[in-house]
C-alpha cells in the first residue's frame, strides 16, 4: 500500500485488541499497549486520538493540546470523581463536552457523526448525558476560541502521491463587534489549500468562499501542515490521517491541536475506479466524496433551481417526471439559493441526478458525517455521499459558456481528497 493510504487503517473493530494492532510500534514505544487497551475500553477513541495528539506536539514550538479528560459511563452516572473535580475545579471558562462513541474516532469511519456541547464546568455531566445519554464515554476539553481547521494528510489516486489538503473556518464579527469563529468541520466558506508535502508546492490555488473577515487568509496554513506532516511520519504513521485544529488570528503560531484520527469514509476511495484525467480543466481539492463520473450534462435554469427547492424541502409537493432525464451531471450557473441550497442540491439527487458542479465552494463541507451542523445523518448522506466537485471562477466561466449550446459530455473524478473536472 502506499504511503498514507486512506484505506489501510481499518475501521469497525470494536475490539481495543484489534485497535491496538493496527497502531505503528514507533508510537507505542511512547503510548505502551496497556494504556492505549485502557484508554480505549474505557474513555473511546476520541480519547485515544487526544493521546497521540499530546505525542504529536511533545516539544514542539507552536503544538499544544488544550487541556482535557476522558469521562467513562461509570464516571458519569457517579457524577464525576476526585480527578475530574479537580480538573473541572481547574477550568476558568467554558468546556466541550464530546461524544467519544464507539460509532466514531479511531472505531468507525464516521467522523463528527454525533454532535459536542458547550458548557460550563458546572453543567457538565448535565449535558454529558444529552451527549451520551449514558451509553458512551464522552471526553470534555477546554474550549479555545478561534478558528477550526481540517488538515488531512492522504494518498491521492487520482494524483498518484500523498497530498496535504487543508480547510479553514471563518472569523465573523457582528455589527455590535462580537467576534464569533467558523470551523471548516461544518462552515464551507472558509480557505482550502492542496500541498504536496515535501515541497509545499501548491497543488491547486488558494480557493474561499465568502469571507465576512480575511482573518485565515494570515493563517500560516502550510508551516501547520509541513509540521503535522514531519510529526505523524516521526511516529510511524502510515496510514491516511485527519487532524483538528484551533487557531486564533491574533495568536497564528499558536497551534491548539484537538483531534487525530484514521482518514474517515467520507475521504475514502471504497469501489469506485479512480483515473486521472488527461487534460483536466482544474485541479482540486473542493470535492464531496470519491465518485468517477462521465456523463451528458447540462445548465440548470432558473425554473430547475424553483423546481429543486420545492421538491427538496417536500417531494410530495412537485415530481421530477423526467426532467433531469440523460443528463446525470447539472452545472450550476447560479449559486445554491443562501437559504434553500441544501434543499436544492438534496432534491437533485433525490431527481436522480448523479454529479453536480458549483463555483468556488460546495455548499457543504468536505470532511464531516454531519452537513452544515444541521442536516439530519439521513438526509446528509444524500449530499455527502453523492458527487459534488466545486471549480474556481474562469473553469466555471468556461463550462457555462460550453453548455450554453447544449447538454455535452463532462468527466469528472474524485478520490474523495482530490478532484478533477475536463470537457472530453
Not at 172 to 181: I, K, L
Not at 286 to 310: G, P
Not at 313 to 329: H, I, M, Q
Request: aromatic letters at 6%; hydrophobic letters at 40%.
Amino acid at each position: 500500500m502506499k504511503l498514507f493510504e486512506t484505506s489501510k487503517w481499518v475501521y469497525g473493530r470494536v475490539d481495543s485488541a484489534q485497535t491496538l494492532l493496527q497502531l505503528p510500534e514507533e508510537l507505542k514505544v511512547t503510548l505502551p499497549d496497556s494504556e492505549i487497551l485502557s484508554t480505549v475500553s474505557r474513555s473511546g477513541g476520541k480519547a485515544l486520538g487526544l493521546k497521540i495528539c499530546e505525542m504529536i506536539a511533545s516539544g514542539a514550538k507552536h503544538l499544544t493540546i488544550p487541556s482535557w479528560m476522558g469521562l467513562s459511563i461509570q464516571d458519569q452516572i457517579a457524577q464525576g470523581n476526585s480527578e475530574s473535580t479537580s480538573w473541572l475545579a481547574s477550568q476558568c471558562g467554558q468546556v466541550h463536552v464530546r461524544s467519544s462513541a464507539r460509532s466514531e474516532d479511531w472505531i468507525d469511519g464516521a467522523a463528527g457523526r454525533h454532535t459536542s456541547v458547550r458548557s460550563s464546568p458546572e453543567d457538565v455531566f448535565q449535558n454529558a448525558q444529552v451527549v451520551s445519554r449514558w451509553r458512551s464515554p464522552v471526553v470534555i476539553q477546554e474550549h479555545i476560541p478561534g478558528i477550526g481547521i481540517v488538515v488531512d494528510i492522504a494518498h491521492s489516486h487520482v494524483l498518484d502521491q500523498p497530498v496535504i489538503r487543508v480547510a479553514t473556518g471563518r472569523e465573523v464579527v457582528t455589527e455590535t463587534g462580537v467576534r464569533t469563529f467558523t470551523s471548516a468541520t461544518w462552515d464551507y466558506e472558509g480557505r482550502h489549500e492542496l500541498y504536496e508535502p515535501n515541497t509545499g508546492r501548491q497543488i491547486a490555488e488558494t480557493r474561499t468562499g465568502n469571507l465576512f473577515v480575511g482573518a485565515c487568509m494570515n493563517l500560516p496554513l502550510w508551516e501547520i501542515a509541513k509540521e503535522l506532516w514531519y510529526r505523524v511520519k516521526d511516529l510511524g504513521i502510515d496510514f491516511g490521517v485527519q487532524l483538528e485544529l484551533i487557531v486564533h488570528p491574533d495568536t497564528p503560531w499558536i497551534w491548539n491541536l484537538v483531534q487525530i484520527r484514521p482518514s474517515p469514509n467520507r475521504v475514502r476511495v471504497g469501489a469506485v475506479e479512480i483515473e486521472t484525467l488527461a487534460n483536466p480543466l482544474t485541479t482540486t481539492g473542493i470535492v464531496s466524496s470519491a465518485f468517477n463520473t462521465k456523463a451528458m450534462a447540462r445548465l440548470l435554469t432558473s425554473d430547475d433551481e424553483s423546481f429543486l427547492a420545492i421538491f427538496g424541502v417536500d417531494a410530495d409537493l412537485a415530481k421530477p417526471e423526467g426532467r433531469f432525464d440523460g443528463t446525470p451531471t447539472v452545472v450550476w450557473e447560479n449559486d445554491p439559493s443562501s437559504d434553500f441550497g441544501l434543499f436544492q442540491m438534496r432534491g437533485a439527487f433525490s431527481s436522480g441526478i448523479a454529479l453536480q458542479v458549483t463555483r468556488r465552494v460546495l455548499m457543504i463541507n468536505t470532511t464531516h458525517t454531519r452537513v452544515y451542523n444541521r442536516e439530519p445523518t439521513e438526509k446528509a448522506a444524500l449530499l455527502r455521499d453523492n458527487g459534488v466537485i466545486a471549480v474556481p471562477d474562469d473553469v466555471h466561466a468556461q463550462l457555462v459558456t460550453a453548455l450554453r449550446g447544449g447538454p455535452r459530455m463532462i468527466h469528472a473524478v474524485s478520490d474523495g481528497i482530490v478532484g478533477q473536472i475536463s470537457l472530453p
